[in-house]
T-cell receptor, first 116, second 113 residues
């Protein structure tokens, strides 16, 4: 079974400084990887996804992630944090199920705090 | 917005009572999923459906059943609610043509007393 590990449960940055949220994955084959964001008391929104087309993936709101097979990592970055980025971020791997269904396996989440 | 609604959005119930949560989609997607979200666990798959009347178990299916009698509705039932089922429940659909991307509904917050 595939899995993801988010290395930090909580990250705090100042507004205007870079963001780095770390994720390592475990997979027996080339996986599909995602980052989702959840703002307080809201649903989950897809930030970006990697599906083997390009190792550097650009997402919404200035976020990007780089797939590094040699390091089994898929870290999320943003050059300059904004107050509105404060949220919980989930690294996710897609696993295949019977009948061509797919299952998402979630990391435990990283809470990003942005301070003035 | 993937056209997913969930009802109710909030519910308080007592231990031992049956509870049904509804997920409704408007875009005719084949695959639908139920997840629960708990602190420290991320989201975990309860059940999923790959067509009308076609469902299967996820990793935390004990105590839950599902039904899908028409494409647009996927129901999650707690036959006899327990306090351990207090959680936030999310429905998801798998969009097309990006077959592995899932889009989530707004969630249902369930409290079992």
């Amino acid at each position: 079974a595939q899995s993801v590990t988010q290395l930090d449960s909580h990250v705090s940055v100042s507004e205007g400084t870079p963001v780095l949220l770390r994720c390592n994955y475990s997979s027996s084959y080339s996986p599909s990887l995602f980052w989702y964001v959840q703002h307080p008391n809201k649903g989950l929104q897809l930030l970006l996804k990697y599906t083997s087309a390009a190792t550097l993936v650009k997402g919404i709101n200035g976020f990007e992630a780089e797939f590094k097979k040699s390091e089994t990592s898929f870290h999320l970055t943003k050059p300059s944090a904004h107050m509105s980025d404060a949220a919980e971020y989930f690294c996710v791997v897609s696993d295949l199920l019977a009948g061509t269904a797919s299952k998402l396996t979630f990391g435990t989440g990283t809470r990003l705090q942005v301070t003035l | 917005d993937a056209g997913i609604t969930q009802s109710p959005r909030h519910k308080v119930t007592e231990t031992g009572t049956p509870v049904t949560l509804r997920c409704h989609q408007t875009e005719n997607h084949r695959y639908m999923y139920w997840y629960r979200q708990d602190p420290g666990h991320g989201l975990r798959l309860i059940h999923y459906s790959y067509g009308v009347k076609d469902t299967d178990k996820g990793e935390v299916s004990d105590g839950y059943s599902v039904s899908r009698s028409k494409t647009e509705d996927f129901l999650l039932t707690l036959e006899s609610a327990t306090s351990s089922q207090t959680s936030v429940y999310f429905c998801a659909i798998r969009g097309t043509p990006e077959l592995e991307t899932q889009y989530f509904g707004p969630g249902t917050r369930l409290l079992v007393l």
